[in-house]
């Protein structure tokens, strides 16, 4: 079926063969049937997919988003049946069942289905992401809730939580082994990957105790769990993270790893600080299959994504990546080694921590208390015979004058700052005692990031906004008279928040001739930044004002995200 789809698709002219080839090349690697990887490589649109599957079968496509369905009639169909055909039901009509699937043309799913409900099944189309999308909906809320979980609770059992100084360790361990506290903790990591989120937080405080999750660089409560189990969950995440849960004066790490489903693998990184009233657990999800390692979906403009490609496709140099912490640094980095892997190419990285495996990478986790830091590792990289490193930070004199040297003695080298632009990076090598003729003579590009989070394409609409706001954060006067602005209204899909998933600004600043020059001359950052807007540079508020303009994001997240040029 596969095959016959991808070459009707090839014949219509809606793929070409080639994004057939890499379609089924991520099939292969990732799993889902080939339309999904299709619209998840941005190949097809899913509503002309879903269109195109319509008109082929001779039946009707259902937009999931706008449509509604009765729980009862979710019950039908037993979730593990959903997920093995990738089918929903959507309503029921005396003996008819009107179900949505993926694949109309798999009569083993219908005549099964038939076989288990007793109803005639009528199909309709809808595209598998929206169908995944809805079983996560429908299903989710079939399933235990918070609620129902923390009824089983036995009041009497759990006194012993109420003391904080003394807990005695094979009680908290009897506890922790309680099936409900077990079914708390696995209901509260897996429903932040269905959220979308990308850290958890587990509070104390003196008389409550709290649950938030960071969704889309944000952070919200999601549940506030009776305060006497707050040991007892604690102490079950650091089971988990093989951590000493005797230990609870000290500071620790870990590291879970849960298997979801057949083939899914989710790695959380733990993180337990001793606070005034507990420890404080915050996890941090890593979750492979969420990285977006092509470039040119991270947010990047033609001509910025021309500079940067240019300047890590040198044989040597430095490309330094800047940003607070959480603005998406570490991917740009991974998608740039992504694009440079081959099988000619010697890459190590140092990194503190390794976030996600690179098959085809020398990846070095960095430990501090052995004395194996940035510069030990770049030192050792040297003797490697390397042709790329990356350095997970440039923290210090050490680590910037190793790494230069390197980038001028023939090796392509990638690393982070923390610095609020691209120009001030310049200022910020300079403070740590890098020679100005070293850092125009080592450096190809620094570029500077921010995440803003996008407006939800479910409940996205226009918004009035006065001409004097729109000139005030940088529009020109005569463009801001007709500039429209979008925002999201809020509703189901983004959790009445308006916004869903993130995307990246970027300024990027090639070190050309000019640029050089200004930089051998002691230029302020200031000097530096205006003579790169005038070789072209695009800064982050620009960027920013770009992503508006084309409705991709807020006035609010980019005011929030950058300053004023």
């Excluded at 979730?79 to 009509?93: G, L, M």
């Excluded at 012993?160 to 696995?186: F, G, Q, R, S, T």
């Excluded at 030192?379 to 930070?393: A, C, H, K, N, Y």
Aim: hydrophobic fraction near 40%; proline fraction near 4%; include cysteine.
């Amino acid at each position: 079926m596969a095959d016959r789809l991808g070459e009707l698709l090839v014949r219509e002219k809606l793929i070409t063969h080639d994004q057939l080839k890499k379609a089924i090349e991520e099939q292969r690697a990732s799993g889902g049937r080939l339309g999904y990887n299709l619209a998840k490589l941005g190949y097809i649109q899913e509503k002309d997919l879903t269109g195109f599957l319509s008109k082929q079968y001779g039946i009707p496509a259902v937009d999931l988003n706008t449509t509604e369905i009765d729980p009862e009639v979710i019950k039908l169909i037993p979730e593990n049946v959903a997920n093995k055909y990738q089918v929903i039901p959507i309503s029921r009509t005396g003996s008819t069942l009107v179900m949505a699937m993926a694949d109309p043309s798999n009569i083993f799913a219908i005549d099964d289905i038939k076989f288990l409900t007793g109803y005639n099944v009528e199909s309709v189309v809808a595209s598998e992401a929206a169908i995944k999308s809805a079983i996560e909906k429908y299903y989710a809320a079939a399933e235990m809730e918070l609620g129902d979980v923390l009824t089983e609770f036995d009041e009497s059992e759990m006194e012993i939580l109420h003391e904080e100084e003394e807990v005695d360790v094979a009680d908290l361990k009897k506890a922790v082994e309680d099936a409900p506290v077990v079914k708390l903790v696995n209901i509260i990591l897996t429903d932040a990957i269905k959220r979308g989120a990308s850290d958890i937080h587990v509070e104390p405080y003196e008389k409550s105790f709290r649950v938030r999750y960071r969704v889309d660089g944000v952070l919200a409560e999601v549940m506030k769990p009776p305060f006497k189990l707050k040991n007892a969950i604690v102490s079950r995440l650091k089971i988990m993270s093989n951590l000493d849960i005797a230990e609870r004066r000290l500071p620790q790490d870990g590291r879970i790893k849960m298997k979801l489903g057949k083939d899914k693998e989710m790695d959380y990184r733990v993180s337990v600080l001793p606070t005034l009233f507990g420890e404080k657990v915050v996890l941090r999800l890593l979750d492979k299959s969420n990285l977006q390692l092509d470039m040119t979906k991270l947010g990047f403009e033609e001509k910025a994504l021309k500079d940067f490609k240019d300047a890590i496709e040198k044989p040597w140099g430095m490309v330094l990546v800047t940003g607070p912490t959480g603005s998406g640094k570490t991917t740009t980095l991974y998608s740039a080694l992504s694009e440079l892997n081959q099988i000619t190419d010697n890459i190590s990285t140092a990194e503190d921590p390794v976030e996600f495996n690179l098959a085809g990478i020398n990846q070095v986790q960095m430990h501090e208390a052995i004395g194996l830091n940035f510069a030990s590792a770049l030192r050792s990289f040297l003797r490697q015979d390397p042709d790329i490193i990356m350095v997970g930070e440039i923290r210090d004199f050490e680590t910037a004058e190793i790494a230069v040297k390197a980038a001028l003695t023939g090796h392509l080298v990638l690393s982070t700052l923390h610095t609020n632009d691209a120009p001030s990076t310049v200022n910020r090598l300079l403070n740590m005692g890098i020679e100005p003729f070293l850092i125009a003579s080592a450096t190809n590009l620094i570029l500077a990031q921010r995440l803003a989070r996008k407006i939800c394409k479910d409940c996205k609409e226009e918004v009035h906004m006065p001409v004097q706001g729109l000139i005030d954060i940088g529009i020109p006067p005569e463009e801001a008279k007709t500039f429209k602005c979008f925002h999201g209204k809020g509703c189901a899909t983004c959790g009445g928040t308006g916004y869903k998933g993130r995307i990246a600004l970027y300024e990027v600043m090639a070190l050309t001739d000019t640029l050089k020059e200004l930089v051998l001359n002691g230029a302020s950052s200031a000097e530096l930044k205006r003579g790169a807007i005038k070789e072209g540079m695009k800064s982050l508020r620009m960027s920013g004002i770009t992503k508006i303009k084309e409705g991709v994001t807020t006035i609010e997240e980019v005011v929030r995200a950058t300053m004023a040029d």
